[in-house]
């Protein structure tokens, strides 16, 4: 069901805050011990404009295009969201919404069971 | 006894034809004699595998869906176990996953049909003809 109201509300200020709230909190509570060892440019607990990784645009590619069904036979699909060392890219960079990352996650291991994705690459 | 399976293996790829041909009707008398029904096989041919198996570089990949018991796919995966040829499987339960998706496809259906207004006709009455 919070898939179906965040499908309706994409284009809404509200879809975009409520992820945004999100991961605010989620920095605040680490916020505690990053700013001793963060990054200068980075989400250490530093609100206001010097995220350079979030982007407020990002939205859940699988509630914008109403894709339900995460395959793990879609390799195509499924590299979009592997880096090149073959590690799953982390929800803050692709901007998928948690249940999605969650199948998503479960796909791509099932794939990297079955050899069509590898466990490591280059990297 | 209505649990669907999709049980993908990966036979070396120096296989001829008619092996293949073999190792697939074996497994679906297998999967008849323990009472369920094949719903469907695939061959997707042979691929790259993404990582040494077995030190094989490519393989081909069988897709085989089944309905059955839990107890038919762990003969099957016995059986794939301790045949030469197959040198990977993974099978995955789909029965819970397509029940989410035809909750979800009907839901779709009943809002897509309740949301636009028809010009002169009865609105409930057609909701649950359509889901129906």
Same mark, same amino acid.
């Given at each position: 069901?919070?898939?179906?109201t /965040?499908a309706?509300?994409?284009?809404?200020?509200?879809?975009?805050?409520?992820?945004?709230?999100?991961?605010?909190?989620?920095?605040v509570?680490?916020g505690?011990?990053?700013p001793?060892?963060s990054s200068p440019?980075?989400?250490?607990? /530093?609100?206001?404009?010097? /995220?350079?990784?979030? /982007? $407020?645009?990002?939205?859940?590619?699988?509630?914008v295009e109403?894709?339900?069904?995460?395959?793990?036979k879609?390799? $195509?699909?499924l590299?979009?969201?592997v880096?090149?060392?073959?590690?799953?890219?982390? $929800?803050?960079?692709?901007?998928?919404?948690?249940?999605?990352?969650?199948?998503?996650?479960?796909? +791509?291991?099932?794939?990297r069971? +079955?050899a069509l994705?590898?466990?490591?690459?280059?990297? | 006894?209505?649990?669907?399976?999709? =049980?993908?293996?990966i036979v070396?790829p %120096?296989?001829p034809?008619e092996?293949?041909d073999?190792l697939?009707?074996?497994l679906?008398?297998?999967?008849?004699s323990f009472?369920?029904?094949?719903?469907?096989?695939? &061959?997707?041919?042979?691929?790259r595998l993404a990582?040494?198996?077995?030190?094989?570089? %490519?393989?081909i990949?069988v897709? =085989?869906?089944a309905?059955?018991?839990?107890?038919?796919?762990?003969?099957l995966? &016995?059986?794939l176990?301790?045949?030469?040829?197959?040198?990977k499987? =993974?099978?995955?339960r789909i029965?819970?996953?397509?029940?989410?998706?035809?909750?979800?496809k009907?839901i779709?259906?009943a809002r897509?049909k309740?949301?636009s207004?028809?010009?002169?006709?009865e609105?409930p009455g057609?909701?649950?003809?359509?889901?129906?």
């Amino acid at each position: 069901m919070a898939e179906e109201t /965040r499908a309706t509300a994409t284009l809404s200020s509200e879809a975009v805050a409520s992820p945004e709230r999100a991961e605010r909190a989620e920095r605040v509570e680490r916020g505690e011990r990053r700013p001793s060892r963060s990054s200068p440019a980075g989400p250490g607990g /530093r609100e206001g404009g010097a /995220r350079k990784f979030f /982007r $407020r645009k990002k939205v859940c590619k699988f509630c914008v295009e109403k894709i339900e069904a995460i395959n793990y036979k879609d390799v $195509r699909l499924l590299q979009q969201f592997v880096a090149e060392s073959g590690k799953i890219v982390p $929800r803050r960079l692709t901007g998928v919404c948690t249940p999605h990352q969650r199948r998503l996650s479960t796909a +791509i291991k099932q794939a990297r069971n +079955i050899a069509l994705l590898p466990f490591a690459g280059r990297a | 006894m209505n649990r669907t399976y999709e =049980l993908m293996f990966i036979v070396r790829p %120096d296989m001829p034809e008619e092996d293949q041909d073999k190792l697939i009707s074996t497994l679906e008398s297998a999967v008849t004699s323990f009472g369920g029904r094949v719903k469907s096989v695939e &061959r997707m041919g042979k691929r790259r595998l993404a990582y040494t198996v077995r030190k094989f570089q %490519d393989g081909i990949y069988v897709l =085989l869906t089944a309905e059955g018991s839990g107890g038919l796919m762990h003969e099957l995966e &016995r059986r794939l176990r301790v045949s030469e040829p197959v040198i990977k499987f =993974l099978t995955v339960r789909i029965d819970e996953e397509q029940k989410r998706l035809d909750k979800i496809k009907a839901i779709r259906a009943a809002r897509r049909k309740t949301s636009s207004p028809p010009p002169a006709a009865e609105t409930p009455g057609e909701a649950p003809a359509a889901t129906a």
